[in-house]
């Protein structure tokens, strides 16, 4: 056989053998794609995989949503791994999926690329939510310790200590991120929203003074941050806690305070604030 022939032959392989990884590649794609909604694979996944925590399925359906954003958009940090990960993910198995992830926050750690770790220990973090809220603390503190001025997973440790009852350390999560975000409302706003909802849960605790605390903290954070809705919500929590505990002129205050927003903004709230001040109104007169 001439060098000529030998050489198209090894052409003619090289080019079969491009063509057939060109053509798994698309395959593979296809096979474990997900939409570019992620929502829909969401429900797919959720679908297969139930939830251990039906009462925080929001909540849930939110962290598998960035957990697939990430794996489709972060490839450029560990394509292969990712790859596999993804595959993991449309079969539903997520602890192999977490598995993948903790390994590769042990790498990026021994690399160095601590902020590239931290998102793998969180990403790991949050699928162990889904099936245990209390294993999945240890990888948040993780998370953490690779990037302690991340406020992405600070508000979500806040979180996990909120669903837990552990009201002192989910108050102190949240305080991190005011402390690390300052006025930049994409990195407190999710934050200061869960943080005035603890208000409630001190207040059912009945320690009052945290929860009044707590109100009045959140309601300057989005006054600085000109949120009336957040105001508006502040202020009717102060009036409520001021109503149900006797302090009858200060709640009268803060729900006209809430009312004003609220009808500004031409809120259905507005009606139940409205109610709540004319209650209130009835009880000064027979008093």
């Not at 969180?122 to 699928?127: D, G, K, T, V, Y």
């Not at 993780?142 to 108050?171: M, S």
């Not at 200061?192 to 009945?206: D, E, H």
Request: one cysteine or more; hydrophobic letters at 40%; a negative charge.
């Amino acid at each position: 056989m001439s060098v000529l022939q030998n050489y198209y032959i090894d052409i003619m392989v090289i080019l079969f053998v491009l063509g057939m990884s060109v053509a798994l590649m698309i395959y593979l794609r296809n096979k474990w794609k997900i939409p570019d909604d992620p929502q829909v694979f969401v429900d797919k996944l959720t679908k297969k995989h139930p939830l251990q925590l039906p009462e925080k399925q929001e909540q849930a359906q939110n962290l598998l949503a960035a957990i697939i954003a990430f794996v489709k958009h972060r490839q450029d940090i560990a394509s292969d791994e990712l790859t596999e990960a993804l595959h993991q993910l449309s079969q539903g198995r997520t602890v192999e999926t977490t598995q993948i992830f903790s390994n590769l926050a042990q790498q990026k750690v021994a690399q160095g690329k601590m902020e590239q770790a931290a998102l793998f220990y969180f990403h790991c973090a949050n699928l162990t939510f889904l099936t245990d809220i209390h294993s999945s603390l240890e990888e948040y503190q993780q998370a953490i310790k690779c990037d302690p001025h991340n406020t992405v997973i600070w508000t979500q440790f806040g979180h996990i200590f909120k669903y837990l009852t552990r009201l002192e350390e989910a108050k102190m999560a949240y305080e991190k991120v005011f402390e690390l975000g300052g006025n930049q409302r994409d990195k407190i706003i999710h934050a200061v929203a869960s943080y005035g909802s603890l208000g409630m849960l001190f207040s059912k605790n009945k320690e009052l003074e945290k929860a009044e605390d707590i109100y009045l903290k959140s309601l300057r954070i989005f006054q600085s941050l000109d949120d009336k809705a957040g105001m508006a919500i502040q202020y009717g929590s102060l009036g409520i806690l001021y109503d149900t505990n006797g302090y009858l002129p200060q709640a009268k205050e803060m729900y006209r305070q809430s009312l004003d927003l609220y009808s500004a903004m031409n809120h259905p709230h507005a009606a139940r604030i409205q109610q709540l001040l004319d209650r209130l109104t009835s009880k000064e007169i027979e008093s």
